[in-house]
C-alpha cells in the first residue's frame, strides 16, 4: 500500500468513511452476576484479607448512603449524594492503588474514602458540617477532602477535577514521586471541554493519571444513550487522545481492581495516562434533590437490582468460604448500629464559630470581609430562630 512519508499514513483511493456509530468496544467482566468466575477469565490474586476490606467497605457505604438519605428525609441534614449500586467501581479501584495516590472524586466516591481509612466519625462531621468537620464546615454535605489520606476535596462545578488531576499527575511526574493520580467522574462530567482538555494534555505529556468513568447511566435525568452521546460511551474518545483504554463491568469487583492494577503500572511505570470506563447504574436519585420517577421505570431500576455489586461480591465470598451469610448479616448489623451512633453524636457537636469564615484566605482578613461579617452577624440576630446553631455561639461563644 502507498504511503504518505510525512504524515505517515497509508494512501487509499476511495473514499472510506469510519463509521463512529459502528464502534463497540467491548466491556471486561470476571464476576459473573452469579458470583462465579466467568470462564476463560483470570481471577485477580486477592488475599482474603484484602477481599474482606473491600467488603467491609461495600457494606458500609450501603449503609451510610442507606442512612443518610433517611437523615436528609427527616430533616437532619440538608443534602446527600449517594453512591448506591456504584460500590464495586469506586472501591476496587481504590484497593488497587498505593495510599500515597492522589484521588481526585467527582462527588460519588465516598467508597475510595472509606478504603483509605476515613472514619464514620469524620463522614458524620463533613455531613453535619459540624465544628470537627476537616472542611470547617464550608461545603455542601458530601464534599469531602482529606489531606492526610490524599483524598482532593470534592468540587461542585462538574469537571474541574479532571485538569486538575492532569497538573497534579504532571507534577508526580516531575517529581519523580512513583506515584500516580486517580481521576473519577461521570460520563455527564465527561461532556464538558475540561474533560478533552485534560486528556489530551495527559496523553501529550505523558503523565501518571488514571482517567476513571463511572458510566452509569444517568447524568441526573438526562440518559447516557441517545441523548448525552451518539457514539459509543466515553472509551473511544481515550482511544482519540492516544490513550491506552479499557472498559469494564463497573459491577464487578474483580474486572474494576484488575483494571487499574494494570492501569497503574503503565501509570507509574511508563508514565502513560489511561482511561477506565466502568459500566454501572445509579440506583437511587441523583441525589435526595431529585426524583427518578419522572424519568425512569421500576422495571429498569429493578433489572438492575439483579446486577448488584454487592450481593454479587458477597456470593462470591460465601462460594469461596471466607464469610457466611450470617457473619455478613451480623457485620452489616454492628456496621449499622456504628453509622448510628456517630450520626446521633455528630448532630451534637457545635457548628465552627461565624468568625471562622473569613479566615484560612489571607494572613489577616481584608476590611471588606470583616464588613460583610458584621452584616451577617447583625442578619442572624435579627432572625436567630432561623440559624439555632450559629445564633447560639455568636456572642460571647467561644471560638
Ligand atoms: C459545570 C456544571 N454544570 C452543571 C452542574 C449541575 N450538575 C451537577 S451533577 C450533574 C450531573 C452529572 O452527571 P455525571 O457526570 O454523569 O455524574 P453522576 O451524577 O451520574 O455520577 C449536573 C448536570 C454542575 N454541578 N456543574
Known amino acids: 500500500m502507498a504511503k504518505d512519508k510525512q504524515h505517515q499514513l497509508d494512501i487509499v483511493t476511495k473514499p472510506q468513511f469510519i463509521d463512529g456509530s459502528a464502534l463497540k468496544i467491548p466491556m471486561l467482566q470476571i464476576l459473573a452476576e452469579d458470583g462465579t468466575i466467568r470462564k476463560g477469565a483470570e481471577q485477580p490474586e486477592m488475599d482474603k484479607e484484602l477481599a474482606l476490606k473491600i467488603f467491609d467497605t461495600m457494606q458500609f457505604i450501603r449503609i451510610l448512603d442507606e442512612r443518610m438519605i433517611a437523615a436528609q428525609r427527616q430533616g437532619r ?3 446527600y449524594l449517594s ?3 456504584e460500590e464495586a467501581a469506586s472501591i476496587g479501584s481504590a484497593a488497587a492503588l ?3 495516590d492522589m484521588i481526585m472524586g467527582q462527588y460519588r466516591e465516598q467508597g475510595a474514602l472509606a478504603f483509605r481509612g476515613f472514619t464514620v466519625e469524620q463522614f458524620m462531621n463533613q455531613l453535619f458540617s459540624n465544628e470537627r468537620d476537616l472542611g470547617k464546615g464550608r461545603q455542601m454535605p ?5 489531606a492526610e489520606l490524599n483524598f482532593m476535596t470534592i468540587a461542585s462545578p462538574l469537571a474541574t477535577q479532571i485538569p486538575q488531576a492532569t497538573g497534579y499527575a504532571y507534577g508526580q511526574k516531575m517529581d519523580k514521586s ?3 493520580t486517580i481521576c473519577y467522574f461521570g460520563e455527564g462530567a465527561a461532556s464538558e471541554g475540561d474533560f478533552h482538555a485534560a486528556l489530551n494534555m495527559a496523553a501529550v505529556y505523558k503523565v501518571p493519571a488514571i482517567f476513571f468513568c463511572r458510566n452509569n447511566g444517568y447524568a441526573i ?3 447516557s444513550q441517545g441523548e448525552q452521546y451518539a457514539g459509543d460511551g466515553i472509551a473511544p474518545r481515550g482511544v482519540a487522545y492516544g490513550m491506552k483504554t479499557i472498559r469494564v463491568d463497573g459491577n464487578d469487583v474483580f474486572a474494576v481492581y484488575q ?3 494494570l492501569a497503574r ?8 495516562p489511561v482511561l477506565i470506563e466502568g459500566m454501572s447504574y445509579r440506583m437511587a436519585g441523583h441525589s435526595t434533590s431529585d426524583d427518578p420517577t419522572g424519568y425512569r421505570t421500576r422495571e429498569e431500576e429493578n433489572a438492575w437490582r439483579a446486577k448488584d455489586p454487592v450481593v454479587r461480591f458477597q456470593k462470591w465470598l460465601q462460594n469461596q468460604g471466607w464469610i457466611s451469610e450470617e457473619e455478613a448479616q451480623q457485620n452489616y448489623d454492628e456496621k449499622k448500629a456504628a453509622v448510628l451512633a456517630a450520626l446521633k453524636s455528630a448532630e451534637t457537636v457545635p457548628v465552627p464559630h461565624i468568625d471562622e469564615i473569613i479566615e484560612d484566605v489571607y494572613d489577616t482578613p481584608p476590611k471588606h470581609l470583616k464588613k460583610q461579617l458584621e452584616a451577617l452577624k447583625a442578619h442572624i440576630r435579627k432572625y436567630p430562630e432561623a440559624y439555632p446553631k450559629t445564633a447560639s455561639r455568636i456572642d460571647g461563644g467561644d471560638k
Open 142 to 146: 458530601v464534599h469531602y477532602g482529606c
Open 83 to 85: 453512591s448506591l449500586g
Open 265 to 272: 503500572k503503565l501509570a507509574v511505570e511508563e508514565n502513560e
Open 98 to 100: 498505593s495510599d500515597q
Open 178 to 180: 512513583g506515584n500516580c
Open 77 to 79: 441534614i440538608s443534602f
Open 259 to 261: 483494571a487499574t492494577q
Open 221 to 223: 435525568s438526562t440518559p
